[in-house]
């Protein structure tokens, strides 16, 4: 495990924010739970909202038109294209809490040890969030917000599990000329969410769905979100 990162002003307050979700009961409040099918148990599982600090590359977005600190740094990963559920789609590192977990919070530290390589000891738990319902897959979310006090490297441990991991800017997220509104029609049906589309590992990711979401909400709760054009539309094949 390396040494702490050098944390500016801007992005110890970040920090304090993050921290000031945990027991909030405005967010994710309204986060629709959809009709479970009948006899169908949810299945408990998490995901790693990781921010931090995570290197010494700043976004290359002007400072001052930023809402927050150009160093702070959000975790990702690309899910790999040839899984069966949700492949290629950018997502938090995470996964099913299983048997021998603890609960939420040691699944989604495992989960981003196996996926990522990091090491769970160089984050700071802030804590949980509400439980997300998303009856489409089956499961029951907690997002897991952390902070990387003593970064480690990451990078994709199981190529049949990740094409990519990266560190994206939450300055980046926030520009509003890299958001969108995504459109999946199927079967007569249109879902529209919203989306990133940022730099990342040397090429273009998009973030959308399930982690554009919570994304969305958490910048908005936090008051860091920027005006956009939601009329600007990216059209998606329907997930399989």
């Given amino acids: 495990m390396g040494s702490a990162e050098p944390v500016s002003e801007a992005a110890g307050a970040a920090r ?15 986060w629709q739970s959809g009709h479970w099918p009948d006899g169908l148990e949810p299945k ?17 977005r002007d400072a001052e038109a930023s809402a927050v600190s150009t160093d702070l740094d959000v975790l990702l990963l690309a ?15 995470g ?14 530290l495992r989960e981003a040890r196996e996926e990522t390589g990091l090491d769970p000891a160089g984050v700071e738990v802030l804590g949980r969030l509400r439980q997300i319902p998303l009856p489409y897959s089956g499961h ?3 997002p897991v917000l952390g902070w990387w006090v003593v970064p480690s490297p990451v990078r994709v441990v199981d190529v049949a599990e990740s094409a990519v991991v990266f560190r994206t800017p939450v300055a980046d997220l ?7 509104t995504s459109v ?10 919203p989306a990133f589309l940022v730099e990342a590992d040397g090429g273009r990711q998009l973030v959308w769905g399930f982690t554009a979401m919570l994304l969305d909400q958490v910048f908005e709760r936090l008051g860091w979100g920027e005006p956009w054009d939601a009329a600007r539309e990216l059209e998606l094949s329907p997930p399989d």
């Avoid at 408990?44 to 290359?60: E, I, Q, T, W």
Wanted: hydrophobic share 45%.
């Fill in 16 to 30: 304090a924010q993050l921290a000031a979700l945990v027991g909030d009961p405005e967010l994710l409040a309204d």
């Fill in 44 to 60: 408990p599982a998490a995901v790693l909202m990781l921010f931090g600090v995570l290197d010494r590359v700043r976004s290359a």
């Fill in 79 to 93: 899910r790999a294209a040839t899984l069966r559920s949700h492949p290629g789609q950018v997502a938090f590192p």
């Fill in 95 to 108: 996964g099913r809490v299983d048997p021998d977990d603890r609960g939420p919070v040691d699944a989604a």
């Fill in 140 to 142: 029951v979310v907690t």
């Fill in 174 to 180: 926030l520009d509003p000329g890299n958001r969108y």
């Fill in 184 to 193: 999946v029609r199927r079967d007569g049906r249109e879902w529209r969410g």
